[in-house]
């Protein structure tokens, strides 16, 4: 039967730092690294292996993917990036201190800001040092000023659908390196989680979550590797 393992990179500088991420790319810091060995590690033991492996344009998914295929001596399976992965864009929040922008903003409105199913932060002005227009990896991407998780649903799904579904219906296991949001829209999919109790998951980091599917590609079990 088909298997996908997702896992959400490991802890990034501005994990560290408590600030809105989204799309501006950091690193992980020496904590993620080792969050990502030890994941790669695990899968290794625990007698996984992969045919195909899928991560985002961003440095930190990337690095994490990287660092746990060496650990399992796989460093070449084929992998594809895709800007469909990325994480969740924050809009005018990139950069801010979590902490500084409730006590500006106001509890409530981070909590719609941040948990909000469909109401998206508000955009990033143009020539922000945020801005990623210039950034060649993006060239001829309509890149968005500010996403909702329903926002990011709805880029990621239809690249699961077109690019991942159709290998895993063929028995190809496969492995994807993402962030916590577009990950939230893969789990919500393969687990059929209302539009109102996702925004409450959270994914931690560095933790490869299984699913085992059948042949429709509908989830038969779901677990978090370290609990097997």
């Given at each position: ?80 990036k895709d800007w469909r992965l990325n994480e969740r864009h924050y809009g005018g929040l990139t ?7 409730t006590a500006k903003h106001g509890d409530e409105q981070v909590h719609i800001w941040r948990r ?113």
């Amino acid at each position: 039967m088909p298997r996908l393992v997702l896992i959400r990179h490991g802890q990034s500088s501005w994990n560290l730092e408590n600030r809105f991420t989204g799309w501006w790319d950091v690193d992980v810091t020496e904590k993620g690294a080792a969050e990502a060995r030890a994941a790669g590690e695990l899968m290794a033991a625990k007698g996984l292996d992969f045919d195909m492996t899928f991560t985002s344009l961003q440095t930190r998914a990337i690095k994490t993917l990287n660092l746990a295929l060496e650990a399992m001596g796989r460093l070449w399976l084929p992998t594809e990036k895709d800007w469909r992965l990325n994480e969740r864009h924050y809009g005018g929040l990139t950069g801010l201190d979590k902490a500084e922008t409730t006590a500006k903003h106001g509890d409530e409105q981070v909590h719609i800001w941040r948990r909000s199913f469909d109401i998206p932060p508000p955009v990033l002005e143009a020539g922000s040092a945020y801005d990623l227009s210039q950034d060649r990896r993006y060239a001829g991407i309509a890149i968005p000023a500010t996403e909702s998780l329903k926002d990011t649903i709805d880029r990621v799904l239809p690249y699961y659908e077109e690019r991942i579904a159709p290998l895993l219906r063929e028995g190809q296991r496969v492995l994807i390196s993402a962030h916590g949001n577009s990950l939230r829209a893969l789990v919500k999919h393969l687990s059929n989680i209302p539009d109102d109790q996702i925004t409450g998951l959270e994914i931690p980091t560095g933790q490869p979550i299984v699913y085992e599917l059948d042949e429709s590609l509908n989830a038969t079990d779901r677990y978090y590797l370290s609990e097997r």
